[in-house]
Structures are given as structure tokens and as C-alpha cells.
């Protein structure tokens, strides 16, 4: 069956470190995969989508790597700060033409102590 | 620029009753989604309009329906509600279908069923 996973533990990361979340998938074979944020009470955010010929996308203190032959996924935020604390949901599309939605992860809820 | 709105952001109802769900999409996006999160399953894909055109929907019952009116705007409706109906309910909308466009999400509105 197909799946999406992220570490569902929550990730306690030191302020200033860099915090590494994963995404792992199995039976898809997606052309690019998208990173979102959600904080309590809001809809998700949007941060980074990656194409399955990108290996790494940068923005500002968020790079995402894309190992399509591990099936795999990293999320890395550098130089972490207290304001990073929030659930990170990866998501793909299943059907690669988007008519069936997107496919999320369950998200990792990341704790940035101070 | 304004971003999703949906609304209410809070409903209560009981079981057996109906419900309906609105929103408006950033202006200018054609494609609007909706989504059901719940602790245990996450996020999932309910079904996606544009041009006032249902393109597929998610594994869900047919008491789930939707429609999507000339101005992009976009109600959901729910009959018959169940306990299992609690959820938080997140609409999306981007500016074409082509499914490599980021999902932008309004707030959602928490159903609770009692």
C-alpha cells in the first residue's frame, strides 16, 4: 500500500542547532514533493517544493534534499530559533496530474528549546 | 493581498443534522480543495473544484459534497452528521490545477458533533 511517513515523535532541538525532519515514502513515485508548516489553530503554510530532478532546494535557513532512489525526503532548518516550533507536513501528489489532491504525511511537531 | 477565508471557524452541530462550509479563495485562484485533519489521520484529501467543475474526489462517503459557484467560491456540505464527522476542515486554493502549484490554506473551520 502506498504511504507517507515523518518521524510522528515530537523532535526536541536546541536553539541555534540544526533540526533535521525525514520523509519517507513508499509505492509513489512522485515527480516533486512539497514541505508546509502548521502552527495550533491554523491551516498549513507552504514553505518548499522540490522537483524529483533537484537534489537539494534552498531558502534562507530551509534546505530540502530529494533521493528519489531512498524514497526519501529531508527537511533541515539551520541556525534553529524558538519561532521554528511548529508541525512540518510533507506532501506529495499520487496521481501526478494533481486531480486526486495532495497526500500528506502526518507531520512532525518540532520543539525548538530555547 | 487577502489569503483563504473560510468560515465560521467554529460550529457545533449534532448528529443527524446537516452542515455547510464556505470559502473564498485568494483572488484570481481558480482551484480550490478541501481537506478533513483529524489527530488520527492526518490530512486528507476530500475533493477539488475548478472552474466550478468537481475534478476527483477523496475516499469519502457520498453525505460529502461540494460545489464550486462562478466567482471561485466554494461550499462544502455534510449530511447527516456523525461523531466521526469532528474534525477540522481546511480549504485550499491555487491559481491553476496543475498540481505544481503550492496549496495555499485558509485557517479551516473545527466542527465538533455532539
Known amino acids: 500500500s502506498q504511504k507517507i511517513e515523518q518521524n510522528s515523535e515530537a523532535l526536541n532541538i536546541q536553539e541555534g542547532k540544526t533540526a533535521t525532519l525525514t520523509c519517507n515514502y513508499t509505492?509513489?513515485?512522485?515527480?516533486?514533493l512539497q514541505w508546509y508548516r502548521q502552527d495550533p489553530g491554523r491551516g498549513p503554510v507552504f514553505l518548499l517544493l522540490?522537483?524529483?530532478?533537484?537534489k537539494e532546494k534552498r531558502k534562507e535557513r530551509l534546505k530540502v534534499t530529494f533521493d528519489t532512489t531512498l524514497k526519501q525526503s529531508l527537511f533541515h532548518i539551520t541556525a534553529s530559533q524558538p519561532a521554528d516550533s511548529a508541525t512540518y507536513l510533507c506532501?506529495?501528489?499520487?496521481?501526478?496530474?494533481?486531480?486526486?489532491?495532495?497526500?500528506f504525511g502526518k507531520g512532525t511537531h518540532l520543539i525548538i528549546q530555547p | 493581498k487577502a489569503g483563504v477565508t473560510q468560515t465560521p471557524r467554529y460550529l457545533i452541530k449534532t448528529r443527524g443534522q446537516q452542515v455547510t462550509l464556505s470559502c473564498s479563495p485568494i483572488?484570481?485562484?481558480?482551484?480550490v480543495s478541501w481537506y478533513q485533519q483529524t489527530p488520527g489521520q492526518g490530512l486528507q484529501f476530500l475533493f477539488e473544484?475548478?472552474?466550478?467543475?468537481?475534478?476527483n474526489k477523496g475516499n469519502f462517503p457520498g453525505r460529502f459534497s461540494g460545489r464550486q459557484f462562478s466567482n471561485s467560491r466554494s461550499e462544502m456540505n455534510v449530511s447527516t452528521l456523525e461523531l466521526g464527522d469532528s474534525a477540522l476542515y481546511l480549504c485550499?486554493?491555487?491559481?491553476?490545477?496543475?498540481?505544481?502549484?503550492?496549496?495555499?490554506f485558509g485557517d479551516g473551520t473545527r466542527l465538533s458533533i455532539l
Open positions: 509505492n509513489y513515485s512522485p515527480a516533486y
Open positions: 506532501a506529495l501528489d499520487p496521481s501526478g496530474g494533481g486531480a486526486d489532491g495532495l497526500t
Open positions: 522540490i522537483r524529483e530532478n533537484e
Open positions: 485550499a486554493s491555487r491559481l491553476t490545477e496543475d498540481s505544481n502549484q503550492p496549496q495555499h
Open positions: 483572488s484570481g485562484h481558480r482551484s
Open positions: 473544484y475548478f472552474s466550478e467543475t468537481q475534478r
